[in-house]
C-alpha cells in the first residue's frame, strides 16, 4: 500500500499552525561566503561571466550500474568564478542534473580503453543560470546521470542508481567523493562551501526529489518542477496504466532514449530487464515500483523544497506535486509552491522576470544564508485561466475543509444530482470502451447508457475548490474486471483557455520535436494560448482498477454480482466554480483517453445509498449553501 493520505482537514490545521514556524526559520547556511557582493539582502553581479573557470569532472559514484567491476564515474560540467582560483573565493552551488545531456556523436565515441573517461572538455551550459549566479558567486554545475553522456553506467529510470549517482557529486562537493580530471589528475572541489540546490524541469526536477529524499548532506534546497515523485504514478493511475503509450514497458522506452550510444550496447540486457520487470500484465505497485517512488522517504529531506506544477499538465500530471506537498505540511518541511495554469511547462518561459527574481532570493536565503524575508513572503503563488496571479498563505487554500455530496436521482431521472444527504436505490452504466470523454460529460442532462451524471445544483456564489477530490462508491460489476473513472466537471457558459507547449524554446536538451512530448519526459516550453466559447470545462478526472480497490500492490478478480466498496481520489486542482455554475461529477468504466482499455469490463451498478464525492472546498460544506 502507498503511504496513507492526510485528510485535507487535517492538512489545513496543520499548514496553519506550522505557517508562523516557516516563515520565521532561519537560513541553514553560513553568513555570506568572503568576496560575495550582497547590497539590500542580495548578492551582487561581480564576477565576470566570460572569465569564469569551466572544467569537466568525473566523479567515482559508490554504484557499479553496469557490472563492468569498476565504480561509475559521473560526467560533471561545472562553472565558477576565476576568484575560486585566484582569490580563495569559496561558491554555493546551482545544480542541474539531468539524463538529456547527451553530446555530439564523436564525443561519444571519445571513450577511453577503460571507459571511465570519455571526452574533455564541458559540453556547454544551454540554460539561464550560468548567467545569472556565476557572476553573483554561485558554481553552477551541471550533472549526467549514470549511463547517459559522458557518464558510465546503466540509466535505471528512477531507480536507486540514479539517486546514487547525483548524490556523488554532492558528496564530492563535500568532500567525500574522489573525482578526477580527463587527464587522471584529481579534481578536489576546495572552492566549494558544500551548499547546494538542485533544480529542473521534468527528469531534471524528478532527480532533484530523489536525492532530497535520500538524505543527502549538503543538499540545502531544491526546485523540482513538473518533476514525478512517484514513478508508478507516472505510468499508472490507482491500479491501471495510462493510455498513449506509458502502459507498456515505460522504464525500458525511457533507458533506451536517454542512454548514451555506448551505453545503449553496453546495458542492453539491463535496460530490457526494466520493461520485463514493469508488471505491464497487471499494473500492481510492485516492489520494482516501491523502489522508484520517492514519497514514503520523504521525512528524510533536510532541504526546503519549492514545488512548481502546471494544473493542466497531464504529462508529469498533477498528483505528483499534490501528493508530495501533503508529506513536506506532515514533516513540517520549508516550502513553497507556484501552481500556473499551463501544462508540461518551465516558468522561464511564462514568467521570466518574476521567476528569476524569485529564485534570486530563494537561493541567497538557503545557500547564501541571506535574511531576504523569502520566507516571509506568501506561500502559494496560483495562477487563474485568464493569466491572473494570486497569493495564499497556505496550500490547500485556508479555510479549506471537505464538503461531502451523495449521489441521487433526479426527479426526472434523465439526471443525477449531489445532494447533502444519502438516496437510496441504485443506477447503472454499460461501458463502452470506444466512448470519448466529450460524448461522456457533454449534455448531462440527457440520460446516457455509458455513464452516470450527478450534478450540483446551480451555485449561489463563486465556489473555490483546493486540493484533492476523493471518491468513496459501491460498485457492484458485471464482469471480473472494471476500471471505474470519474471525471469532475464545471457545467456552465464560459470562454476556455488552452495552452500549448508546442513551440521549441526553453528546451532542456538540444533538439525536441513536438511529437515528443507526448512520451517524453524533458521537455518544456514558453506555451502558445487559444480560446473557445464552451458550456463545459472539465477541471480533474482520476481512474481506478476496482481489481486494486483493497490493495494496489496486488489485484484480485471480481466477482460479477457482488458488491465492492472502492475509494479512490482525482487529481488535484485549485479552481474557481463561478456563481451559476454546477458541479458536476461523471462516472465511467473506461475512458481510453485516459487510461488503457480494459476490454473485459461489461456493466456497473452504483449504490446511491453508500456512493459520495469529498469536495475539497473554500469553506466546506457552507461553500454550497443550505
Same mark, same amino acid.
Given at each position: 500500500?502507498?503511504?496513507?493520505?492526510?485528510?485535507?482537514?487535517?492538512l @489545513?490545521? %496543520?499548514?496553519?499552525? /506550522?505557517? +508562523?514556524?516557516?516563515?520565521?526559520?532561519?537560513? !541553514?547556511?553560513?553568513?555570506?561566503?568572503?568576496?560575495?557582493s550582497v547590497v539590500a539582502n542580495e548578492t551582487q553581479p561581480i564576477y565576470s561571466h566570460a572569465e569564469a573557470i569551466r572544467e569537466t569532472v568525473y566523479i567515482e559514484s559508490a554504484?557499479?550500474?553496469d557490472s563492468d567491476g569498476k565504480p561509475d564515474r559521473i560526467?560533471? &560540467?561545472?562553472?565558477?568564478?576565476?576568484? *575560486?582560483?585566484?582569490?580563495?573565493?569559496?561558491?554555493?552551488?546551482?545544480?542541474?542534473?539531468?539524463?538529456?545531456?547527451?553530446?555530439?556523436?564523436?564525443?561519444?565515441?571519445?571513450?577511453?580503453?577503460?571507459?571511465?573517461?570519455? +571526452? *574533455?572538455?564541458?559540453?556547454?551550459?544551454?540554460?539561464? $543560470?550560468?548567467?545569472? /549566479?556565476?557572476?553573483?558567486?554561485?558554481?553552477?554545475?551541471?550533472?549526467?546521470?549514470?549511463? !547517459?553522456?559522458?557518464?558510465?553506467?546503466?540509466?535505471?529510470?528512477?531507480?536507486?542508481?540514479?539517486?546514487?549517482?547525483?548524490?556523488?557529486?554532492?558528496?564530492?562537493?563535500?568532500?567525500r567523493?574522489?573525482?578526477?580530471?580527463?587527464?587522471?589528475?584529481?579534481?578536489?572541489?576546495?572552492?566549494?562551501?558544500?551548499?547546494?540546490?538542485?533544480?529542473?524541469?521534468?527528469?531534471?526536477?524528478?532527480?532533484?526529489?530523489?536525492?532530497?529524499?535520500?538524505?543527502?548532506?549538503?543538499?540545502?534546497?531544491?526546485?523540482?518542477?513538473?518533476?514525478?515523485?512517484?514513478?508508478?504514478? $507516472? #505510468?499508472?493511475?490507482?491500479?491501471?496504466?495510462?493510455s498513449g503509450g506509458w502502459d507498456r514497458r515505460y522504464p525500458e522506452y525511457l533507458a533506451n532514449y536517454v542512454a548514451s550510444a555506448e551505453a545503449k550496447t553496453r546495458c542492453a540486457a539491463k535496460i530490457k530487464a526494466l520493461g520485463d520487470n514493469a508488471g505491464d500484465n497487471t499494473f500492481d505497485y510492485t516492489p520494482f515500483w516501491q523502489e522508484r517512488d520517492y514519497r514514503p522517504n520523504a521525512a528524510n529531506i533536510k532541504a526546503s523544497v519549492f514545488v512548481v506544477h502546471g494544473q493542466e499538465d497531464w504529462n508529469v500530471k498533477p498528483g505528483h506535486y499534490s501528493k508530495l506537498w501533503y508529506e513536506l505540511v506532515k514533516n513540517n518541511i520549508p516550502r513553497k509552491i507556484w501552481l500556473h495554469r499551463g501544462a508540461h511547462l518551465d516558468p522561464i518561459g511564462f514568467r521570466q522576470a518574476e521567476w528569476q527574481k524569485v529564485m534570486h532570493k530563494w537561493m541567497d536565503h538557503w545557500l547564501v544564508g541571506l535574511d531576504n524575508g523569502v520566507m516571509k513572503e506568501p506561500m502559494a503563488d496560483i495562477q487563474r485561466p485568464n493569466g491572473a496571479w494570486e497569493t495564499h498563505s497556505t496550500w490547500p487554500q485556508a479555510g479549506t475543509a471537505d464538503a461531502k455530496l451523495y449521489f441521487g436521482p433526479a426527479a426526472a431521472g434523465a439526471v443525477g444530482s449531489l445532494n447533502k444527504t444519502a438516496s437510496t436505490g441504485t443506477q447503472s452504466f454499460t461501458n463502452n470502451s470506444?466512448?470519448?470523454?466529450?460524448?461522456?460529460?457533454?449534455?448531462?442532462?440527457?440520460?446516457?447508457?455509458?455513464?452516470?451524471?450527478?450534478?450540483?445544483a446551480p451555485l449561489a456564489k463563486n465556489?473555490?475548490?483546493?486540493?484533492? *477530490?476523493?471518491?468513496?462508491?459501491?460498485?457492484?460489476? &458485471?464482469?471480473?474486471?472494471?476500471?471505474? @473513472?470519474? %471525471?469532475? %466537471? &464545471?457545467?456552465?457558459?464560459? *470562454?476556455? @483557455?488552452?495552452?500549448?507547449?508546442?513551440?521549441?524554446?526553453?528546451?532542456?536538451?538540444?533538439?525536441?520535436e513536438a511529437a515528443d512530448l507526448a512520451m517524453r519526459t524533458g521537455c518544456a516550453a514558453p506555451p502558445a494560448e487559444s480560446q473557445a466559447a464552451a458550456?463545459?470545462?472539465?477541471?480533474?478526472? +482520476?481512474?481506478?482498477?476496482?481489481?486494486?480497490?483493497?490493495?494496489?500492490?496486488?489485484? #484480485?478478480?471480481?466477482?460479477?454480482?457482488?458488491?465492492?466498496?472502492?475509494? /479512490?481520489?482525482?487529481?488535484?486542482?485549485d479552481y474557481v466554480f463561478p456563481a451559476g455554475h454546477r458541479i458536476g461529477v461523471v462516472l465511467v468504466a473506461n475512458l481510453s483517453s485516459y487510461v488503457s482499455v480494459d476490454a473485459a469490463a461489461r456493466g456497473v451498478r452504483v449504490s446511491l445509498a453508500n456512493s459520495s464525492i469529498d469536495l475539497p472546498l473554500v469553506g466546506g460544506g457552507t461553500a454550497l449553501g443550505g
Open positions: 500500500m502507498r503511504p496513507a493520505r492526510t485528510t485535507l482537514t487535517l @489545513t490545521a %496543520v499548514t496553519a499552525a /506550522f505557517a +508562523g514556524t516557516l516563515a520565521a526559520l532561519p537560513a !541553514t547556511a553560513a553568513p555570506a561566503p568572503p568576496g560575495m554504484i557499479d550500474s560526467a560533471a &560540467d561545472v562553472m565558477r568564478p576565476k576568484e *575560486t582560483n585566484t582569490a580563495g573565493l569559496k561558491s554555493p552551488v546551482v545544480m542541474e542534473a539531468s539524463p538529456y545531456y547527451r553530446g555530439t556523436t564523436a564525443r561519444e565515441r571519445a571513450v577511453d580503453a577503460d571507459r571511465q573517461i570519455p +571526452g *574533455t572538455a564541458p559540453r556547454g551550459f544551454g540554460r539561464w $543560470y550560468d548567467e545569472f /549566479f556565476v557572476p553573483r558567486g554561485y558554481a553552477v554545475v551541471e550533472v549526467e546521470m549514470q549511463g !547517459t553522456s559522458r557518464s558510465a553506467g546503466c540509466p535505471t529510470t528512477g531507480g536507486k542508481e540514479d539517486t546514487a549517482s547525483i548524490a556523488a557529486s554532492i558528496d564530492w562537493l563535500n568532500g567523493k574522489k573525482a578526477f580530471y580527463a587527464d587522471g589528475k584529481p579534481a578536489v572541489a576546495s572552492w566549494s562551501t558544500g551548499a547546494v540546490g538542485m533544480l529542473g524541469v521534468s527528469y531534471n526536477g524528478t532527480l532533484p526529489n530523489a536525492v532530497a529524499t535520500a538524505g543527502i548532506e549538503g543538499l540545502k534546497t531544491i526546485v523540482p518542477i513538473a518533476a514525478i515523485s512517484s514513478w508508478y504514478d $507516472y #505510468t499508472r493511475d490507482q491500479g491501471i496504466g495510462y470506444s466512448q470519448t470523454e466529450a460524448t461522456a460529460v457533454s449534455t448531462p442532462e440527457t440520460a446516457k447508457a455509458n455513464r452516470l451524471a450527478y450534478l450540483t465556489t473555490t475548490l483546493s486540493g484533492t *477530490t476523493k471518491l468513496d462508491v459501491t460498485v457492484t460489476p &458485471d464482469s471480473n474486471s472494471t476500471p471505474l @473513472t470519474a %471525471v469532475l %466537471v &464545471d457545467y456552465g457558459p464560459a *470562454t476556455t @483557455t488552452t495552452l500549448s507547449d508546442k513551440t521549441p524554446e526553453q528546451l532542456l536538451t538540444e533538439s525536441c458550456t463545459y470545462q472539465v477541471v480533474t478526472k +482520476g481512474s481506478i482498477d476496482v481489481k486494486n480497490h483493497a490493495s494496489l500492490k496486488t489485484g #484480485t478478480a471480481l466477482t460479477p454480482g457482488t458488491a465492492y466498496r472502492v475509494r /479512490f481520489e482525482l487529481h488535484p486542482k
